[in-house]
């Protein structure tokens, strides 16, 4: 049987898959808020102890297990040797390089100080809430690290592995290249910033694919895959195996992407390694679940405060996409930009044109939608640039799974090209690359 754990940034996610047929045959759910716990280490040592329950719950049959693990991208964590947090996990919403140091942010410092041509070797441009800047910020900050040299680098799937097995583990490709500190051409830790950022004193792990390893585990033999990046997990999963297929992975993070067998790097938009020698090219950031979820915020709000009583999410949810269907127009206008974003350089977004007749459940609702697929359209023509017709859409994530209306208006924009909305794609993603991972021997 196969274990596979998705710890995303708002769910962390699990089943048990029958390896011959990709079958779930059993599956838990639990939200992130959950498994924050009070003690030293809140985030990290809460996903720890929900992975560990959802492991013994899965391992009660006495049979062999495979592990894959996939998580949310660009966080980190720093341990000592023995596996002991040094802190808690950083994750790709601390976006601490936009904080003052001195007459400039740190951002601002790390561009002048960091080479541009070593920057695009990542596949990534130089920004905050990726693990490079984030690093950087911690070092300075934090005093106590500044003289340790027993300092490892871990990805969350990476430091889970470690402590699930008590060895240190190797990093996956598409974790690795996460970081903002791995060179796509040499396919290996870029040294040149490493060096000029002041991490050579850190030990990153060795980077590899197709590693597995096999640890005792409450008593049972169990294999671990490499962990590896939540959106190729869902992308594999998703049926994203060629060119001319263009993928919209939409949940609280949003991406555009399509893959290439070239290596292509260039400022419009991310590169980063997928699976069977593609690289994917990919537009991140673009407004969907998180940004849904501040409007879904103020009529919870507003709700709460009115009656005194809690709203039930899941209710208030299917009210509001009910009162986006029933709207067949409106000229409202909502500038979706609440956070920093891959469509416009704003942080902060608006609501316009606002008169008499349209500023109403269904005209928020419709117009959110409206502006959702307006910027999914502009991202995809900067992707594509010049490149001939899209053969195929694939939609997944639940933002994308739950919403036809959002999908059918993005679709209407590639005349031509057939659809596929995944489900599950993430559980059958990691499937799947078991699969890959055991072909090795």
Known sequence: MYIVIDCGTSFLKAALIDEKTGEIVRNEIVETSKYTFADSFPKIT???KAVKEIMDGFLMEDIGFTVAIATEMHGFLLADKDGNPLCDYVSWKDEWAEWQNGDA???????????????????MALKSGIASTNLYVLLDKEKTLVERKDIYFYTLGDYLIRVLTGKQPFIHPTNAAA??????????????????????????????????????????EVSFCEAIGD????????????????????????????????????????TRPFFDGFY???????????????????????????SGKKVDEERLWKFLWDQEAQAEQTD????????????????????SNIGEQNFFTADVMHAAVERMAQNYY????????????????????????????LREKIASCFLGSSVQVAKNETFVGLWRYINKSLERG
């Open 46 to 48: 809460g996903t720890v």
């Open 105 to 123: 942010t740190y951002l601002e410092e790390l561009k002048k100080i960091v080479p541009e041509e070593e920057v695009k070797h990542t596949g």
């Open 179 to 220: 970081s903002g500190l791995y060179d796509l051409k040499t396919r290996m830790w870029s040294e040149k910033l490493i060096d000029v950022l002041g991490f050579e004193r850190i030990h990153f792990p060795k980077i590899a694919e197709k590693e597995i390893v096999t640890a005792e585990y409450n008593g049972k």
């Open 231 to 270: 959106q190729q997990a869902a992308l594999l999963g998703s049926g994203l195996n060629a060119e001319k297929m263009l993928s919209f992975n939409m949940g609280t993070g949003s991406q555009v992407s399509v893959l290439n067998r070239k290596l292509v790097l260039a400022d419009e938009f991310q």
């Open 280 to 306: 994917l090219n990919t537009i991140p950031h673009v407004p969907c679940g998180r940004a849904l979820h501040v409007i879904f915020a103020f009529f919870e709000q507003f709700l709460e405060s009115y």
């Open 332 to 351: 409202l206008e909502i500038d979706m930009s609440f956070f920093a974003n891959s469509v416009t350089s704003d942080t902060r977004g608006s609501i």
């Open 378 to 405: 502009k991202v995809t023509k900067i992707l594509l640039q010049k490149e001939e017709k899209v053969e195929k859409i694939v939609f997944s994530g639940g933002v994308a799974e739950k919403n036809e209306i």
